[in-house]
């Protein structure tokens, strides 16, 4: 807290940029740190890539088991 404290309270001329640069350093990097490596960033991009792909394919057999099971109860008698 008492990080967004201090930016909030800088003022003057180049406070936007004292402040903006507070933020990152203070703030955004420990929670969200860089990748600085280009071969660390392309593993990194690759395992988010995957690991959307495995997302998308749960979601769509999912709705296919949905349509499924829906089809079966409209085509059951009644």
Known sequence: MAVWENAYELRGRGSTFDRARL????????????????????????????EVKHLLRAAVEEIEEEQEDLAKLLDAPR
């Not at 955004?28 to 890539?49: G, H, K, N, Y």
């Open 23 to 50: 933020m990152f350093s203070r703030i955004l990097e420990p929670a969200a740190p860089t990748i600085r490596s280009q071969q660390r960033r392309d593993a990194v991009a690759e395992e988010f890539r995957s």
